[in-house]
């Protein structure tokens, strides 16, 4: 059983559409990171969000961690190409020095 | 370039082999954590230390076993290979002092084992 859910699991645009992935769980936090993996390469981090309610953008993307620290979303505007990979989120256990990862949202964006 | 090292990059053995995976974390880190990744598959969190001794343990089979050494590099084995134990191997670092919120954890680029 996933600690974190993450939705939808698959998702296939066209460039130029906005688009959310969820981030989900019965858990609470003390943060939450999302990652972007390419194929064959390891997660890079994308941002850290540490405080309930937190919203951070980062060009076309906007993070927000829910007021409750147990779930987040992810938003593209204007998706890209090069928007195109894995996304995941992990979340920092109560201690800070366990993190549990989602089984990620597999992003492709079609030119 | 996340600053944890992996090698071997690429490793190819056969069933029933025994192989070790090498970590080096960035700078002044202080936990190690490794991870396994099958195809396309998200990660399953296997085992990580802190400072020299084991902290958390997740879903690793008995067949491997993990360390970190003195200097905080680690080593990740995997013996009794199997087909099924082909995947991705991430080690991450984090956490360069003491726990704080906010701890962010970077990845190496992978060991990409296949068991033949």
């Known amino acids: 059983t996933q600690l974190l859910e993450q939705s939808p699991q698959f998702l296939s645009i066209q460039e130029g559409e906005n688009l959310t992935v969820y981030c989900n769980s019965s858990?609470?936090?003390?943060?939450l990171q999302w990652y972007r993996q390419e194929p064959g390469e390891g997660p890079v981090l994308l941002v850290t969000?540490?405080?309930?309610?937190e919203v951070k953008k980062l060009k076309r993307l906007t993070f927000q961690f829910g007021d409750a620290r147990k779930d987040s979303s992810l938003h593209i505007t204007a998706a890209q190409p090069g928007d195109t990979g894995l996304y995941l989120c992990?979340?920092?256990?109560?201690?800070?020095?366990?993190?549990?990862f989602g089984s990620g949202t597999k992003l492709n964006v079609k030119p | 370039d996340s600053g944890v090292t992996q090698t071997p990059k690429h490793l190819i053995t056969a069933t029933g082999q025994r192989v070790t995976l090498r970590c080096s974390p960035r700078?002044?880190?202080?936990?190690v954590y490794w991870y396994q990744q099958s195809l396309d598959q998200g990660l399953q969190f296997l085992i990580q230390?802190?400072?020299?001794?084991?902290?958390a343990k997740g879903n690793i089979l008995e067949r491997f076993s993990a360390q970190q050494f003195p200097d905080l590099h680690s080593e990740l084995n995997l013996s009794s290979l199997e087909l099924g134990d082909s995947a991705l191997y991430f080690c991450?670092?984090?956490?360069?002092?003491?726990?704080?919120?906010?701890?962010?954890?970077?990845f190496g680029q992978g060991t990409r084992l296949t068991v033949v």
């Open positions: 991450a670092s984090s956490a360069r002092s003491t726990p704080s919120p906010g701890t962010e954890a970077f």
């Open positions: 858990s609470v936090f003390s943060s």
């Open positions: 969000v540490v405080t309930g309610g």
């Open positions: 992990a979340g920092a256990g109560q201690n800070f020095n366990k993190f549990y």
């Open positions: 700078s002044g880190d202080l936990s």
């Open positions: 230390y802190y400072n020299g001794e084991e902290r």
